[in-house]
Each structure stands twice: as structure tokens, then as C-alpha cells.
Nanobody, 118 residues
Framework: QVQVVESGGGLVQAGGSLRLSCLMSGRTFSNYVMSWFRQAPGKEREFVGRITRTGSNMYYADSVKGRFTISRDNAKNTAYLQMDSLKPEDTAVYYC???????????WGQGTQVTVSS
């Protein structure tokens, strides 16, 4: 059984930082491209970024480029989303996905809430 579990969300003031974690089990983690999405209330789900299987390349949405950093530790089966210089508009539920190919998003986590206060 494949599980993707996010953690690390919470409440933070604008300008602050949070680091989300995404633990995957049930499959060989290093075979999967890991991505992050977010969905704010009343808005469509938005791609945040993704990291390739080896961690050699990362891609980001323009809205988070320069503030967010995606990384992964294949030995720990975990991907990370480091969020710095947070803004109130970053408030959303953040989801982690695992895809066997870029863009496939085969498995989704349950999401973790991030709230940025002004």
C-alpha cells in the first residue's frame, strides 16, 4: 500500500519560514518524481514545484521562485518544501505527490494546512 504523508504545516507570520516534509512508503522512493501543489480556499489547485528522481533538477512556479526550495533525501524516502519569506497569499493546503514520470502525480498525500498571517 502506497502512502504519501505531509507534515510540518502550521501558522506563521508574514516573512517567516516553514519546512514541509513528505514521507512516501510502499514504493521505491527514488523511482518517483516528487511534486508539491497547493490549494487556497475558493481557488483552483496550483502547481508549486517538483524535483527529479535524483534531486539534480528542480522546477518552480513563478509565484514561489526564489522563496521556496524543494529537496529530497532518498535514503529517508522524504521530500521537503522549504518556504521562506512567506506571504499571506501563500496560505493554502499544501499537497505532496509522487509520479513515476514528471506530471503523472500517481499518488497524493492528504495535505497540510499552511496559514500565513499579515
Amino acid at each position: 500500500q502506497v502512502q504519501v504523508v505531509e507534515s510540518g504545516g502550521g501558522l506563521v507570520q508574514a516573512g517567516g519560514s516553514l519546512r514541509l516534509s513528505c514521507l512516501m512508503s510502499g514504493r521505491t522512493f527514488s523511482n518517483y518524481v516528487m511534486s508539491w501543489f497547493r490549494q487556497a480556499p475558493g481557488k483552483e489547485r496550483e502547481f508549486v514545484g517538483r524535483i527529479t528522481r535524483t534531486g539534480s533538477n528542480m522546477y518552480y512556479a513563478d509565484s514561489v521562485k526564489g522563496r521556496f526550495t524543494i529537496s529530497r533525501d532518498n535514503a529517508k524516502n522524504t521530500a521537503y518544501l522549504q518556504m521562506d519569506s512567506l506571504k499571506p497569499e501563500d496560505t493554502a493546503v499544501y499537497y505532496c505527490t509522487a509520479g513515476i514520470v514528471p506530471g503523472s502525480n500517481d499518488y497524493w498525500g492528504q495535505g497540510t494546512q499552511v496559514t500565513v498571517s499579515s
